[in-house]
Each structure stands twice: as C-alpha cells, then as structure tokens.
C-alpha cells in the first residue's frame, strides 16, 4: 500500500484562518504573561509547614502516636509584600504548623534560599494569614484596588502546584463579588471567580493582573469541576494584613447570641413594613454575654442593625465589625409580631 503525503495549506492565507492581526493579538497576550512572570517570580515564594496534627492510622498500622495523632507536612504558597519580610499566605495553610519555612525563588547567583519564618496573624474567618521572615534583597509585589476589576480581565495566578516550585497559569476574571464559606464558618465576602487553574500547593499564591499587580489571594478550587477556582480579593487581603501586622488579629464584634434563619410571613412583613423576607431568630442569650444585659430574649427576630436591613446569620457577622464594639447598637426586633428597637453594646469575639 502507497504511503501519500497530504499537504495542509497554511492557516494563516486560508479565508476564516487565523489572520496577520490575530498573530499580533496572541503574540501581545503571550508577551504581557511572560512580562508578569519576570516582574513577579522573585515575589512568589514556597511554604512548607511540618507539625501539624492529623488523626493517625488504624491501630493495625504503624506510626501511631499515643495521643491519637501523628505529625504531618504540607506545601503551600505566599508572596511577599514588603521588602523588610512580611509574607501573605492562607491560613489554612499555615494553621495547625509548629514550624514554618519559607523557600525563596532560584536566583541567577545561586539556589532558592530557606528561612525558618515566624507567624505574624492569622484570621481565619477570611483565610489569610501574614508570616515575616529576617533576609536580605527581597522583592515586595504591589497590590492593585480589586474594586476597579472588571470581568473579562486577565488573571495570571502563581504558585508552587503539588510541591512544584513557581508555576503560572493564566486564564480571566470569571466572576466578581462571590462569596466563600471559610473554616471558621463565616462567609467571606467579594470573592473573585477566576479560570487560570489552580491546583493543591496554589494555595496563599498571588492572582495577578496584566500589569502584575496582586488582585487576589489564591484560596480555593471546586472540585471535580474544571475551571471553577477563587480567589480573596485584594483590597480585602491587604485591609486584612495590615490589621494582622499593626495588631496581630482581626477584631470582630459579637453579641453573645445564637441565632439562625427564620422565614417571616406575608402579613407581619406588611404589618411592619419589612424590606426583608426573612429574619435571624435569638436562639439562646449567653447569661453573662454582652447581649444579656440589653433585654434581648430568646424569640427575638433580629431584622435591623443600626438601619441596616438583616435578613441572615451572615448578615448579622459582616456588621460586627470592629468599630462596633463598646458601642451602643440599635438592633431592630420583632417581639410578639411587633417592631421594636433594642440597645445593645458588642463585646469583642475572642
């Protein structure tokens, strides 16, 4: 049987190929991510954490540890964001460590570097923690205003995948204003959905914009789908950060309730002219708690905060913020059906 070789004319002459501008257009998009690559890599460094506690084995397998758990370590990413050592990465990647280390890149003068690295904050409710390590010539990454992104945008995200170090992949801005459960349980608020693929070990790395400028902290990938991956934002993280740095946490105010969502009815919506359709029912009062003092009852529905409107748990934990505690609160009540306001003063949640 004859072999015939066929010849493919060239894309590029052919009607409907891929045309001298399109050339131009991918050439500018290869140029702009190998550009980031440059600009950050320095920036990006690898975390490895040892000491974390995990539940051990069957008692038939080896390595058991006589109180029930045995020591685990894990890979992760960060970035730097001053050039006196300040790392930010995700608490979950760091949380539970009794040592941290922090790999810098490869420089052309000789291999990466390690620094045992000491832990500044973590806050767990929006899974960022800042680390600082004492070296010299570090490079610090800037941060863009996460508020001016537009979807559409591209995103480069940077990280050290599976332990690999420095790897880059680069998709666009999916989705703005998501929000993400952390492991705290509260909700973490204007998540950035991106699809620049990100993988374990991607976690704390920078999501980049074409100038290569941070707009996001790589926190998590839904799995199995593809191509569903989130970020923290940046104005978050840095706001988060820089109170982790001045103060060591985040102060956040709290009640000393336990709440949950409640459906409110048609006719007490009308009766007391609610916007919303549903509620946060006072489940118990803490005896000594800072709301035990302020008539709150059990049965209560929480519908208001200082005229904000609450309609979820969730709700109730983004207006605690911290220049509400030690302050007089007025919380909007429905008690026996009837509208009614209540003073409160947040504590601080420890």
Known sequence: MDTQLVAYPDPVSQPGGLGEQDSILLDAYSNTVVNV?????????????????????????????????????????????????????NNHVVAGASRIDVSLPERTDGPSRDYEAMLIGRDPATDIAVLKIYADGLRAIRFADSGQLQVGQIAIAIGNPYGFQYSLTAGVVSALGR?????????????IQTDAALNPGNSGGPLVNSNGDVIGV?????????????????????????????????????????????????RIRLYNQLTVRTGVVVTSVEADGFAGNAE??????????NGQPVSTVDDLHRLLTDDTIGRSIQLSVLRENRQKGIIVIPGELK
């Open 179 to 191: 929000t993400l459960r952390s492991e705290s349980g509260r909700l973490i608020d204007d998540v």
């Open 37 to 89: 690559a440059k600009k950050v890599s320095a920036s990006v460094v690898q975390i490895k954490v040892s000491g974390r506690r995990i539940p051990t084995a069957p008692a038939n397998q080896p390595r058991r540890r006589p109180n029930g758990s045995e020591e685990a370590s894990g890979t992760g990413s960060g970035f730097i964001i001053s050039t006196d050592g300040y790392i930010i990465t």
């Open 296 to 305: 709150l009852l059990p049965g209560d529905i929480i519908v208001g905060f």
């Open 218 to 266: 790589n926190t998590a990938v839904i799995l199995p789908a593809q191509g569903i991956c989130f970020a923290v934002s940046s104005n978050l993280a840095a706001f988060v950060a820089g109170k982790l740095i001045m103060e060591g946490r985040v102060r956040r105010g709290y009640l000393g309730i336990a709440g949950q969502l409640i459906n409110l009815t048609e």
